[in-house]
């Protein structure tokens, strides 16, 4: 049986929203213990942009599904395997340096993505690309100037983030792992096309880690998959069930 | 100008209401002393955004989620700020925080209390952030510059602190009966240490004659915590929360809410380390500070590097 555009839409949505959702999760974790308080205050706004498109994203999920589920319904009731974010964002924070890898390499492509979707037909999804594109533009930034100061800087910050890249690397492919639900959203030009994303992010990635005076990792690696179709690790579950405990313990309660 | 007649003129000025700035001849005394108070100011920002920070991933909606980190993310901006403002002293952060870590300065000694339900987020935001509004608003009118800005500009985001934080507690105490026990549990534990947070009594406060002779406090010690508590007892019983101690009644003919007497050994416990979380919350500061090294390390080589690059290039 065929998908409806709904439903397709829905499915998209999903890993559009527990993207942002579980990124802001990992982000939020360093609210406190960053390594300059500067960077504490950084962090955190970025955690709070992406906590802020994932409750808009996920709202519009909900209204695709149309079974009265809101963000927060589908934020704190769902399991691990329900989630479609990608594998890149429910690992463990790590050092800066991890954090530092993950966050360009997925920005990067978030900023691509959100530039793609401004010309979505679904005028509330334009809508809010429109709104986190301009935020994902400052979180590349961030995570650019951090790349060359830790690429470029002393012998230790060097090793620290070439081993972040490579340890990160193989979660690349499941952010851009793409299927028939995004061809038939394309198809019925809902959303763009995003096959030529791939391309456009490793030459803008290239260029900076060049820059970086790092190296690219490579590129024979193998690839895990899987996120997008709610196979996880196993610390997406340890998370939500820090993320979900008060409503689970409660469910009649309103906060 | 002999160092008593500066200090006349400086008498003076403070007896006009003048402002002062870092620039300015000041007493040597009420310099080490608006250091000591500062810096103790940035570190209770810094600290407190511990407690909270506890929070933040298991908040119970994605609304209540964003609203606490950005309450937290004020925190650690209070915290620059002031860290600004006391470097315009003539000592530098990084001493600052060694200080801290080394157990040499104190701060609020509130956040050695443990953040337990989610409703002590609504208790923190409301009580805590409240009696630094009473605090801070009078600080906000003192003689020394940078702080005075810095106050004011601190002073609107905490009331929108404490509003949250007594929305949080309003929402619960119309809630479930489990809801309503947790916030009054949170009640029962943080309404005591945040009347402590004024400080001790003013006969046993130390510090407060010279910083009170030159304009930086313009209260004392318990006339601000009754000012506080006058505020909110009202606030408690308006949405069914008691107020955890039984000698408490309103005195008619003074128009003041009277206390029982404040536990002040308590209180001293906590400033002298053996609070319930002293020991974690410096090694948790400790902690990020230590596995930061590199990282800013990495931030000087990088800067160091580039900026002898340029001046090459020009």
């Known amino acids: 049986m065929a998908t409806s555009n709904n439903a397709a839409l829905f499915d998209f949505l999903l890993r559009l929203g527990d993207d942002q959702l579980v990124l802001g999760q990992r982000l939020a974790e360093w609210c406190g213990h960053g390594p300059i308080l500067e960077e504490d205050i950084a962090l955190a706004n970025i955690s709070l942009d992406l906590f802020g498109h994932a409750q808009a994203v996920l709202n519009l999920a909900g209204e695709m599904e149309g079974q009265g589920r809101d963000a927060d319904k589908l934020a704190y009731f769902r399991e691990a395997i329900e989630f479609k974010n990608c594998l890149l964002v429910e690992q463990p924070r790590g050092d800066f340096a991890y954090t530092i890898a993950r966050q360009i390499v997925f920005s990067l492509r978030a900023y691509l993505l959100w530039d793609e979707l401004t010309k979505s037909s679904n005028e509330t999804l334009a809508g809010i690309a429109g709104k986190a594109k301009k935020e994902s533009r400052y979180h590349v930034t961030h995570a650019s100037e951090w790349v060359l100061r830790l690429g470029d800087g002393t012998a230790d910050s060097h090793a620290r983030l070439q081993n972040a890249l490579d340890e990160v690397w193989r979660f690349t492919k499941d952010l851009f792992a793409t299927d028939a639900i995004e061809q038939q959203l ?70 | 100008m002999d160092d008593a007649a500066k200090l006349k003129e400086f008498d003076d000025r403070i007896a006009r209401g003048e402002i002062f700035e870092p620039k300015d001849w000041m007493p040597e005394r009420l310099r080490k002393q608006l250091i000591r108070m500062m810096s103790q100011h940035a570190h209770s920002e810094v600290v407190g955004m511990l407690p909270e920070g506890n929070w933040i991933t298991r908040a119970p909606s994605l609304r209540r989620k964003m609203i606490l980190l950005a309450k937290v993310q004020d925190e650690g901006g209070h915290g620059l700020y002031i860290y600004s403002g006391v470097e315009s002293l003539g000592v530098r952060r990084e001493d600052l925080i060694d200080e801290l870590h080394a157990g040499k300065a104190k701060y609020s000694s509130i956040f050695n209390y443990p953040s337990l339900l989610w409703s002590d987020m609504g208790a923190i935001g409301w009580l805590v952030d409240g009696a630094a509004i009473v605090n801070q608003t ?67 406060s130390p510090n407060s004659i010279d910083l009170m002779r030159w304009g930086i406090k313009r209260k004392s010690n318990d006339d601000l915590r009754q000012r506080f508590i006058d505020m909110t007892v009202p606030q408690a019983h308006a949405i069914g929360l008691t107020i955890p101690d039984p000698a408490l009644k309103f005195n008619k003919e003074t128009g003041h809410w009277e206390i029982g007497p404040i ?24 902690h990020a500070h230590d596995e930061g090294k590199w990282v800013r390390e990495a931030a000087v080589a990088y800067a160091q590097k580039h900026s002898s690059l340029e001046r090459r290039a020009a």
């Open chain 2, 263 to 286: 536990n002040w050994e308590e209180f001293f416990n906590v400033i002298n380390g053996n609070g319930p979380c002293n020991k974690e919350r410096i090694a948790a500061r400790k």
């Open chain 1, 186 to 255: 394309a198809d019925q030009k809902i959303i763009p096309n995003l096959g030529g994303l791939y391309g456009k992010w490793l030459t803008m990635l290239q260029e900076l880690i060049t820059k970086a005076t790092l190296r690219m990792p490579d590129p024979g690696m193998f690839m895990q998959l899987g996120g997008r179709t709610g196979k996880h690790t196993e610390h997406l579950g340890h998370m939500l069930s820090e993320l979900q405990i008060l409503p689970r313990s409660y469910p009649d309660a309103r906060w």
């Open chain 2, 138 to 204: 009078t600080l906000a009118k003192c003689s020394f510059g940078p702080y005075a800005r810095a106050m004011i500009r601190i002073c609107k985001e905490e009331n929108f602190h404490k509003k949250q934080g007594y929305e949080i507690l309003s929402t619960m105490m119309a809630g479930t009966p489990a809801q309503r026990a947790m916030a009054q549990d949170s009640i029962n534990r943080w309404w005591w240490p945040s009347l402590m947070m004024f400080g001790p009594t003013d006969k046993d």
